[in-house]
Each structure stands twice: as C-alpha cells, then as structure tokens.
C-alpha cells in the first residue's frame, strides 16, 4: 500500500518561513505549561520536519533549494500556529514538491545546539516509506524555493546532501528504530537498551 499520493496544484501559495533554518519558532502558552515567572520565559526553539520518500527501487528523493547550497530533502519549518512536526512535514513535502504524504515513521529525532549566525532547534525526520512511479512521476517541485529534484540511490545521494541532513539520513536508513541525535551525531548512552 502506498504511503503517498500526488496532488500538486501548480499554482498553490508558498505558506511560512524561506529556510529551515529561521522563521517560526515553537512558543509556549498557558496551554502548553505557563514557565514559572522567577525562572523567565521558556525557551523558542525553531522546529523543522522533513520527509524521506523512496522510489520501488529504495532510491531517495532529493531537492535543490534555490536558496541555499547543497541538496536536501523535502521538508521545512513548522508553523507557529500549533502545527505539530507532523502536519508540517505533510506540508511542507506537497508545497515543495506536490506529493501527499499518508503516513510515516518518526525515524530520527535531532537537536542542533545554536551558533553565532544558526537559530539551532530541532529537527524531525519521517520515513514516509516507498512511494509507486506514477506518483514520483508526476513531481512538480516549488520553483521559488526548488530548482530541480533528483531519485538517487542512497550512497549518491548521502554524497549531495548538506552535512548534518546528510548525518540524520544516513542514521535514519541505518536503523528500523528511532533515533536520536545531537548536532547530527548519536549521544552515548541514548538509544541502547538497557
């Protein structure tokens, strides 16, 4: 059973941030558990989602974003609306490229610590498991944000891909479990079983 199917409308809108690495950010509320006024306010952490989506033959699909080096997976910044890393992923991919996303497997969890110039955040990553020809057939990817897409067998593509995408795929396809990351790299003692 296929886990996605296309429905690009060519002429749908972009919503939300440029990048991955800036714009909305997960905020806190009396919702979400009001920070104690002593401490300060809670941290806003930026939060991405992306999506790996295969071909029959396991091979990736990979995008060249117009607005930065390299090449990536789909997928963005979750919207500080109450999106959930879910609902951003599914976005995001058919905003990006026209694809519906069904269903998904939480396959790598990653918290990039912030430098001078990098918000940081956390990033999620779906295996969206393997999608039929027609679907990968009919991509129509989001001129202003992608230039082109390619299919490409996994070592390929771990060779395109920016470092630390690069480090949560390779993590991602190593493992049937989930796993979980900091600044692209596993943490001792996080992740084995006892």
């Known amino acids: 059973m296929a886990a996605v199917r296309s429905n690009r409308d060519p002429g749908a809108g ?91 497997r939480l396959a790598v969890m990653d918290f990039r610590r912030p430098n001078p110039g990098r918000a940081g955040g956390i990033r999620f990553l779906f295996d969206c498991g393997r999608a039929a020809d027609e679907i990968l057939a009919a991509i129509v990817v989001q001129p202003e944000e992608i230039s082109e897409y390619r299919i490409a067998a996994i070592h390929d593509a771990l060779g395109l891909l920016r470092g630390p995408i690069r480090r949560r795929v390779r993590a991602a396809t190593h493992s049937e479990r989930l796993v979980y990351l900091e600044d692209g790299r596993p943490v001792p003692g996080v992740g084995k079983p006892a």
């Open 14 to 104: 972009r919503v939300g941030g440029a990048s991955g690495l800036s714009g909305p950010s997960a905020t806190s509320g009396t919702e979400a558990g009001a920070a104690d006024p002593e401490a300060g306010p809670l941290p806003a952490i930026p939060v991405s989602a992306g999506a790996l989506i295969f071909n029959r033959a396991g091979r990736l699909l990979i995008l060249k974003p117009t607005y930065k080096t390299g090449w990536t997976i789909p997928g963005g910044v979750m919207e500080a609306d109450g999106e959930t890393p879910w609902e951003a992923c599914r976005r995001e991919v058919h905003e990006e490229c026209g694809i519906d996303l069904r269903r998904g």
